[in-house]
């Protein structure tokens, strides 16, 4: 069974997209799925909160320009069952390089169809970069299904409506078959009636792509980047570890990850 191949994007920046990305993987990883988390943001945020040096050539930069393979890249992260693919400033240079070659759309998914049939992996997990640039575009296109981050905040839904339509955009292009596999709602604050009332709107309107689990916004979370560690690194006990936790056994069991 090949692996599932999930991006977390959202084109607004600090809506709690790579948090996610790092603590879902961590918590799949936990579950005992084999997992593989691609840091593609040139601000390389994903591999930091790992505890982990930005190192020169460590990105898929020259894979994506037809240099090397992708699984020459896999770091491991000292976790068990977790892996990363690691990024550094030289990856923003794809914009420049690859805008007008060929299949400038399908090279990260032509990166990593070796490892999604090679049966290393249950789950591969990209950090996608807070824009709708090409590196977000190759992230798109390389995954099964996109996983929305979105604060509770309506400022945050703005952007909903426009990343939906990137998606559609894309299917209709023929390059890929990215469905949107679910909206995670991020940064939740239970004091509030905002947050009450952007999660009830949101799954108004949407419905069954919402989460069940939220995200709530702490203080652990928020310190553990840090750390250089994951929430059940930094504090086990957390309610965002719970959910964190909670969100992979909800993924994994509505998309299949690992035969679940």
Wanted: charged share 20%.
């Amino acid at each position: 069974m090949s692996a599932k191949v999930f991006s977390i994007a959202n084109q607004k920046g600090g809506v709690g997209k790579t948090t996610t990305a790092v603590n879902l993987s961590a918590a799949l990883a936990r579950r005992k799925l084999r997992t593989l988390l691609i840091d593609m943001d040139q601000q390389a945020s994903a591999t930091s909160m790992l505890g982990l040096e930005k190192r020169q050539g460590g990105s898929l930069y020259k894979v994506m320009c037809g240099e090397g393979a992708a699984a020459d890249k896999i770091l491991d992260t000292g976790r068990k069952n977790l892996s990363i693919i690691p990024s550094e400033v030289d990856i923003s240079a794809i914009e420049v390089e690859l805008s007008g070659a060929e299949n400038y759309l399908m090279r990260l998914k032509e990166c990593i169809a070796p490892l999604k049939k090679a049966d290393l992996f249950d789950a591969i997990v990209i950090d996608a970069p807070p824009s709708l640039g090409l590196l977000s575009m190759n992230s798109l296109v390389a995954s099964d299904y996109l996983l929305i981050a979105l604060q509770c905040e309506y400022l945050a839904m703005e952007g909903l409506g426009q990343i939906m339509g990137v998606v559609e955009q894309l299917r209709n292009a023929g390059v890929g078959e990215l469905q949107v596999g679910g909206i995670v709602m991020t940064m939740y604050d239970s004091r509030t009636n905002l947050s009450k009332q952007v999660v009830n709107e949101v799954r108004t309107h949407l419905g069954g792509l919402v989460f069940k689990t939220i995200i709530p916004r702490t203080v652990r979370l928020a310190e553990a980047p840090s750390f250089g560690r994951t929430i059940f690194e930094h504090s086990r006990f957390n309610e965002g570890s719970f959910a964190y936790d909670k969100l992979a056994k909800e993924v994994a069991k509505k998309f299949g990850v690992g035969g679940e």
